[in-house]
Structures are given as C-alpha cells and as structure tokens.
C-alpha cells in the first residue's frame, strides 16, 4: 500500500482548499476561535497582557483609518456615542477576522512543535513578537509574515542546536544526517508533484549541514580528549562487555593483563595500565575504538602480540552463538585499537607463538 505524502514541509493549493472546506464543515468556528485566543492568553501568561495588546491593535487601526472616512463618523467626531453610526466599523470587523488567521497559525507552530518549544518564558516571547508583527495601513490591519517566519526560524533553528548539543556526537550526527535526507526527499517529491515548498526547508537544510560539519570535526577531536580521561578500573569491570556479551570486562582485562607484564627483546613492556584501559572501555564497552600505540614498535616480535589476540579469540569462540567471520571480528579488535598492523598481519593472525602466556576464559554468570 502506497503511504500518504507527509505534507509537513510543502503544500497544495487544491489541498489546502480541500481541508479548510472540511475543517469549515467539522469545526465550529467560535469555539475554534475561542480556545486559539485562550492559549494565546496562557502563552502570554497574562489576560491583561493579552487585553493591552488588543487595545493597542485598536488604537493603530483607529489611527491609520484614512482621515477622509474619520471626519464623516459622528461618532469619532463626537457628535455620537451610538456605535451603529460609527463609519469605521467596517474596518475593525475586516481587522478582526484578519487578526485571527496569525493567530491560529502561531498556536498551531506552538502545540505542533511542543518537543522544541519547551520554555514558558520562550513561548511567551514568541507570542509577544506574533503582536508585534501586525502592521496598520489605511485602517487595515496587515501581517508582516516574513519577518515572523524568519524570527521563528531563527528560534527553532537555534533551539535545535542546544537539542544538537545534549547528544552524544555520533547519535547527534545520526539524527542530522536522518533529518537532512528527509528534507532532501520531500524537496525532490514536492518538485516532481508541483508543491509548493515551505520557506523553511531551504534554510533549515543549510544549517542542517553546517550543524553535521561540526559534528564531524569535533568526532575527530573526541578520540585525543577520551584518552586523556582517567578510567577507573573497578567502575570499568561493572560494565557491559557490549562486543562479547559472555565475557566479562573483569576478564578481558585480566587476559590483555599480561601485555602490561611482558616486555620484548629491549626490555619494554608493551602496554601500559593506562592504554590498556582505554582500549577495554573503547573496544568492549562503548564500542568506538581509540587507536593507540604500543609503548614499543612493533617488528620482529608482532607475532608475538598477534598471538595473545589470537589466543584470545580461541578462548572466546566458544561463547560465540555465530563463528563466522571470527577471524576479522577478532583481527579488528587488535587492528582498530593498535597501530602497527595491515593485510599481511590478517593472513598470517593464524600463526602463533607462546612467548607471552595468557589466561583461560569461562562464561560470565
């Protein structure tokens, strides 16, 4: 079954003429009207305030009447107090009903969008900027929608970047890319269907990009800042071995333990305790791997290395519940966390040697 277009990011005149004539028929318009005003005065947290701003509308409207059609009001020549022989009231009902379609539209934008306008003080803000965008000219009262768009988009643009920010980078980097190829689909789908795109989508896809930009260079820095985080090593054993789930981190370190232990022919050992934590936190519990060096380069003596990461996949196969592909999973462990190895070191990872004892495993409870 073929799904309904989202049309959330462009429009349809046939469309749009289709749903207010249903919206026209299901709803009744004063109540409508009615609750979009009420939420409006909660916005505002203030019924004065609201009340004030509606005065004021009045006044401007008032004023901007032309003068010609205010010298032929009895009423706003004084000659009247009967509001029925007012000339100008024309204008204020035309006013009105163009007062409540920016309304409408603001409370819609609000209860649409709860998850990013989350601030009373912002939705108050927000709604007081919605009154000052009404302009006034020859007793109609205008909406100056550009400037409301764009100092709305300026916002949620904004408040997109701290939601950005309070992500892990790549989960930040995952929800970009998934909200830019949404964008980028409905651009293509609304061209092709002759929809009209929102002004919104533009912008919103630029800064999309530059927000992923900035993610990426700073996913290059994270590696150099984690490795000079201290890791504290009995915290780290209550972790979840995330890579092998039936192995515990208490005993992935006691089996890497040894190249902390062991030194090669020039008496180096090597690994350090430090590095040998961060490869454990980073390859088995967080899943990212840091790519360090050995405290030694590596020659004659990588066999030597090499076999302590193959024992270890020996001793780990057997908690395996798939053993294909067992070779590079576990080539991949020494590979991304060490520097020093390439294609050669994967066709001979078979190859062993006993110089550096290491330690049998059991299944973790």
């Known amino acids: 079954m073929l799904k309904n277009l989202d049309n959330r990011f462009s429009l349809s005149i046939p469309e749009l003429q289709s749903d207010i004539e249903t919206l026209l028929d299901t709803i009744d318009l004063n109540k409508e009207i009615e609750r979009n005003v009420n939420l409006i005065k909660k916005y505002l947290k203030d019924d004065n305030l609201y009340n004030d701003w509606v005065q004021y509308l009045d006044e401007q409207i008032h004023l901007s009447i032309p003068d010609a059609v205010k010298k032929e009001c009895k009423f706003c020549i004084g000659v009247s107090e009967v509001k029925e022989e007012m000339a100008c009231t024309d204008y204020f009902i035309e006013a009105k009903n163009s007062f409540y379609f920016p309304v409408i539209m603001h409370v819609g934008l609000i209860e649409n969008n709860q998850h990013i306008f989350k601030s009373k003080e912002l939705i108050q ?190 001793e780990c196969s057997k908690f395996e519940n798939n053993n294909k592909n067992l070779k590079k999973k576990y080539f991949d462990i020494m590979n991304n966390g060490f520097e020093g190895f390439n294609k050669t070191d994967f066709a001979k990872f078979h190859k062993t040697n006993n110089r550096i004892p290491t330690v049998k495993l059991h299944k973790s409870k």
């Open 125 to 314: 803000s927000l709604t007081i900027k919605l009154f000052e965008n009404f302009e006034f000219s020859e007793g109609k009262l205008l909406f100056n929608a550009q400037a409301y768009d764009s100092m709305l988009l300026t916002n949620s643009l904004m408040l997109l970047r701290e939601s950005f920010k309070e992500l892990e980078t790549r989960e930040a980097i995952k929800v970009i890319s998934e909200a830019i190829e949404e964008l980028e689909t409905h651009k293509v789908i609304a061209k092709s269907t002759k929809r009209m795109l929102f002004d919104f989508v533009k912008p919103q896809i630029k800064f999309l990009k530059s927000q992923l930009k900035y993610f990426y260079k700073k996913l290059l820095t994270e590696p150099l800042k984690e490795s000079k985080r201290k890791i504290d090593r009995e915290a780290l054993f209550k972790s979840n071995n995330n890579l092998i789930p039936k192995v515990s981190i208490e005993q992935v370190y006691y089996f890497f333990k040894v190249l902390t232990l062991t030194t090669n022919a020039n008496d180096e050992f090597y690994l350090t305790e430090e590095k040998l934590l961060i490869f454990i936190e980073s390859t088995f519990v967080k899943l990212r791997p840091i790519k360090q060096e050995f405290n030694t380069r590596l020659s004659r003596d990588k066999i030597n290395v090499r076999s302590v990461f193959q024992f270890f996949l020996i």
